[in-house]
């Protein structure tokens, strides 16, 4: 017995129907990049503001705002970006990652807003695009 899928792919022959399921894929996963990039925006500024320092307590490490208003999103075709988009200052780099202060000796953590915002958005995208392919 022949048992033919038929999905969301458009026109009467297999050529056809397989180039309406690739743009299926496309326009999937381009969304999907879009959603991406403005959840690890959001993500990467509320970890800036909620993972605290040595000195920041709870209020994490915002104080002048600077490495908070630099983070932004965009995205382009094929590419999503997130974080420290529109400039950084070389201090970011060590809050991001942790270093030891120069005065007091003392290891300052790293907050990890873009490492972990960039974990999670991927696990975030492999899921939106498991469902588009599922979909297509």
């Not at 399921?21 to 381009?30: L, R, T």
């Not at 800036?48 to 075709?77: F, H, L, N, Q």
Request: aromatic letters at 10%; a neutral charge; zero cysteines.
């Amino acid at each position: 017995m022949n048992v033919r899928l038929v999905k969301k792919g458009t026109g009467p022959d297999s050529v056809a129907w397989f180039q309406g399921i690739v743009k299926n894929i496309e326009d999937g996963a381009q969304r999907g990049l879009e959603e991406v990039s403005s959840s690890g925006e959001t993500q990467v500024k509320g970890f800036i503001t909620s993972r605290g320092a040595r000195t920041s307590g709870p209020r994490g490490r915002y104080d002048t705002g600077e490495m908070y208003s630099k983070v932004g999103s965009k995205t382009s075709t094929h590419v999503s970006n997130f974080g420290w988009i529109n400039g950084s200052k070389p201090y970011f780099v060590l809050q991001e990652g942790g270093f030891t202060h120069v005065n007091s000796g003392q290891w300052i953590e790293g907050m990890y807003a873009i490492t972990d915002s960039a974990d999670n958005t991927f696990q975030q995208f492999k899921a939106h695009m498991d469902q588009v392919v599922r979909d297509a």
